[in-house]
């Protein structure tokens, strides 16, 4: 938690401003009354509605033993029960640990035993997975299903007569996120009512949300950036409107952009990238997109130069992170400013470091490692307190584990990850400066480049590449001699490069250098 001098700071400056979830809904029912909050499918839940239906489930949950404090797993698809689920426990005081639909045992497992987990809240079947399964590793939590319950309790029966519950305290823990880390298993990130929401409603002003707002939930809900950058959660404080989309293919997610003229929708790189090839060919009606959010990865600049002339909306870059702070290009900016940076913080009493190897401050425009303090940035994770020695420095600041530069103005550029720096022979490559090369090569959809072990050099480059629909397959010399001509030193040109089809991706659609390692290692064992 935060140091008392700092909390008392944050609550004088007006950022935490002694909100809670569970209160902000009841004022928002009563602002906004019949106005429709969360659209999916042919369900259309209102703010009232919305507001009766968490009382109620809160009411079931009581029912069944859930507490204040208790932690309870919650891995539920973009639906709007995932709505009644946050909003209920928000009430009772108990805490979600926000799992993904694309998690299995082994995750849930983990989360359910580390979390001391009352409860399991999943659904029935989801992309022929079988979800009721999870309850062999639940250990001691019940089972909540969303659908049909089998053996299991059914969420559906749990809506009963609502029942008084006191108001929460704003300062107190709200929920549990997932670290993005790499890797072992994901920590889990306490997030207090106060810190949380402050993020929520700034994002909200930065990101020019009103009641007028449409926006398309195209990644999993429960993943920060869809929840709260601005996100869900964001939409819902300004009085707008969400539409939750179930997959985010071009076909699914245009259809929905077209049919509710959605206003503005997040997406990560590859999934922005799709969406640039197929609507060169779609015959829906986008024009109601105001704003594109990439965000999730770094988006290469030759991809962001693509946006605004292929949609017809303004690009905002979104570079932030679930343990705290989140930057954003604002909605004015010069169109070079969003093409080539990823924005600047939240907050001007976030607290950013660019740092070198050695701990100490590097000159605006050069690259360092990123640390950061602030209002909703957390001071560590859940029960870690091994990790947290590495991850915090003594006096609060998050070691990001990012490669930054940040500009005369405080605008950031990531240039990689930590981990993503290729040390070749000690020349040090940074991956994204060498894909956003590739990138320019008219044959190339996408790619991404990564270490292999060298006898010699103790690394050396590889390139995947997906190539776009219906060109020539150039061959490795081709490109690796494009971007030596494009200036790159010669170190830096890749010293494989291996097609694919397609890449594989995390639980939220990012491309898995992790698994593009493992791949590469299989193919160099092989020979």
């Given at each position: 938690?935060?140091?008392?001098?700092?909390?008392?700071?944050?609550?004088?400056?007006?950022?935490?401003?002694?909100?809670?979830f569970?209160?902000?809904?009841?004022?928002?029912?009563?602002?906004?009354?019949?106005?429709?909050?969360?659209?999916?499918?042919?369900?259309?839940?209102?703010?009232?509605?919305?507001?009766?239906?968490?009382?109620?489930?809160?009411?079931?949950?009581?029912?069944?033993?859930?507490?204040?404090?208790?932690?309870v797993?919650?891995?539920?698809?973009?639906?709007?029960?995932?709505f009644?689920?946050?909003?209920?426990?928000?009430?009772?005081?108990?805490?979600?640990?926000?799992?993904?639909?694309?998690?299995?045992?082994?995750?849930?497992?983990?989360?359910?035993?580390?979390?001391?987990?009352?409860?399991?809240?999943?659904?029935?079947?989801?992309?022929?997975?079988?979800?009721?399964?999870?309850?062999?590793?639940?250990?001691?939590?019940?089972?909540?299903?969303?659908?049909?319950?089998?053996?299991?309790?059914a969420?559906?029966?749990?809506?009963?007569?609502?029942?008084?519950?006191?108001?929460?305290?704003?300062?107190?823990?709200?929920?549990?996120?997932?670290?993005?880390?790499?890797?072992?298993?994901?920590?889990?990130?306490?997030?207090?009512h106060?810190?949380?929401?402050?993020?929520?409603?700034?994002s909200?002003?930065i990101?020019?949300?009103?009641?007028?707002?449409?926006?398309?939930?195209a990644?999993?809900?429960a993943?920060?950036?869809?929840?709260?950058?601005?996100?869900?959660?964001?939409?819902?404080?300004?009085?707008?409107?969400?539409?939750?989309?179930?997959?985010?293919?071009?076909?699914?997610?245009?259809?929905?952009?077209?049919?509710?003229?959605?206003?503005?929708?997040?997406?990560?790189p590859?999934?922005?990238?799709?969406?640039?090839?197929?609507a060169?060919?779609?015959?829906?009606?986008?024009?109601?997109?105001q704003?594109?959010?990439?965000?999730?990865?770094?988006?290469?600049?030759?991809?962001?130069?693509?946006?605004?002339?292929?949609?017809?909306?303004?690009?905002?870059?979104?570079?932030?992170?679930?343990?705290?702070?989140?930057?954003?290009?604002?909605?004015?900016d010069?169109?070079?400013?969003?093409?080539?940076?990823?924005?600047?913080?939240i907050?001007?009493?976030?607290?950013?470091l660019?740092?070198?190897?050695?701990?100490?401050?590097?000159?605006?425009?050069?690259?360092?490692?990123l640390?950061?303090?602030?209002?909703?940035?957390?001071?560590?994770?859940?029960?870690?307190?091994?990790?947290?020695?590495?991850?915090f420095?003594?006096?609060?600041?998050?070691?990001?584990?990012?490669?930054?530069?940040?500009?005369?103005?405080?605008?950031?550029?990531?240039?990689?990850?930590?981990?993503?720096?290729?040390?070749?022979?000690?020349?040090?490559?940074?991956?994204?400066?060498?894909?956003?090369?590739?990138l320019?090569?008219?044959?190339?959809?996408?790619?991404?480049?990564?270490?292999?072990?060298?006898?010699?050099?103790?690394?050396?480059?590889?390139?995947?590449?997906?190539l776009?629909?219906?060109?020539?397959?150039?061959?490795?010399?081709?490109?690796?001699?494009?971007?030596?001509?494009?200036?790159?030193?010669?170190?830096k040109?890749?010293?494989?490069?291996?097609?694919?089809?397609?890449?594989?991706?995390?639980?939220?659609?990012?491309?898995?250098?992790?698994?593009?390692?493992?791949?590469l290692?299989?193919?160099?064992?092989?020979?």
């Amino acid at each position: 938690m935060w140091p008392d001098e700092f909390a008392s700071r944050y609550r004088e400056l007006g950022y935490w401003r002694g909100e809670t979830f569970g209160g902000l809904l009841r004022e928002w029912a009563g602002r906004w009354g019949e106005r429709t909050a969360v659209i999916d499918g042919e369900t259309h839940l209102s703010y009232a509605e919305l507001d009766r239906r968490a009382d109620r489930l809160a009411a079931g949950l009581h029912g069944i033993g859930v507490r204040a404090g208790d932690r309870v797993v919650l891995q539920l698809p973009s639906t709007a029960a995932f709505f009644d689920v946050i909003f209920a426990l928000f009430r009772l005081g108990a805490l979600p640990v926000f799992a993904l639909p694309s998690h299995r045992a082994n995750e849930i497992g983990y989360f359910c035993a580390h979390s001391e987990a009352v409860a399991l809240v999943t659904t029935d079947v989801l992309d022929g997975f079988d979800h009721r399964s999870l309850a062999a590793v639940a250990g001691n939590a019940r089972v909540i299903i969303a659908g049909d319950p089998g053996e299991h309790t059914a969420l559906a029966d749990l809506y009963t007569d609502p029942i008084p519950l006191p108001e929460r305290d704003p300062g107190e823990l709200a929920f549990l996120q997932l670290s993005g880390g790499s890797t072992g298993r994901p920590k889990l990130i306490p997030r207090t009512h106060d810190d949380y929401l402050y993020s929520v409603w700034a994002s909200a002003d930065i990101c020019g949300l009103s009641t007028e707002t449409v926006y398309l939930c195209a990644l999993p809900v429960a993943h920060n950036y869809p929840l709260s950058s601005p996100g869900v959660l964001g939409v819902l404080y300004a009085g707008g409107t969400v539409v939750l989309c179930p997959r985010p293919d071009p076909a699914t997610a245009f259809a929905l952009i077209e049919r509710h003229r959605v206003t503005i929708t997040g997406v990560v790189p590859p999934i922005a990238l799709v969406w640039l090839e197929s609507a060169r060919r779609s015959t829906r009606d986008l024009s109601s997109l105001q704003v594109l959010q990439v965000g999730g990865a770094k988006l290469a600049e030759e991809v962001a130069r693509r946006v605004r002339p292929t949609l017809g909306c303004t690009l905002q870059q979104v570079f932030g992170m679930a343990e705290g702070l989140v930057n954003y290009t604002r909605l004015d900016d010069p169109e070079e400013v969003v093409v080539s940076t990823q924005g600047r913080p939240i907050s001007a009493h976030d607290e950013v470091l660019v740092l070198d190897e050695d701990g100490n401050p590097v000159p605006d425009g050069e690259t360092g490692h990123l640390l950061t303090r602030g209002p909703y940035t957390i001071r560590g994770y859940w029960r870690a307190e091994e990790h947290n020695a590495r991850a915090f420095t003594p006096d609060g600041f998050y070691r990001t584990g990012d490669i930054v530069r940040r500009d005369s103005d405080g605008y950031l550029v990531v240039t990689g990850r930590a981990k993503d720096q290729i040390n070749r022979g000690g020349e040090k490559i940074a991956a994204e400066e060498v894909e956003n090369e590739l990138l320019a090569h008219p044959a190339v959809h996408d790619a991404a480049v990564v270490a292999m072990p060298d006898r010699y050099l103790g690394e050396r480059s590889c390139a995947f590449v997906v190539l776009r629909q219906g060109v020539p397959v150039p061959a490795a010399n081709t490109l690796r001699e494009f971007v030596r001509d494009r200036g790159l030193a010669a170190y830096k040109v890749p010293d494989r490069v291996e097609f694919l089809d397609e890449f594989p991706t995390t639980a939220v659609g990012k491309t898995s250098t992790n698994d593009l390692r493992a791949a590469l290692r299989a193919r160099l064992e092989r020979g």
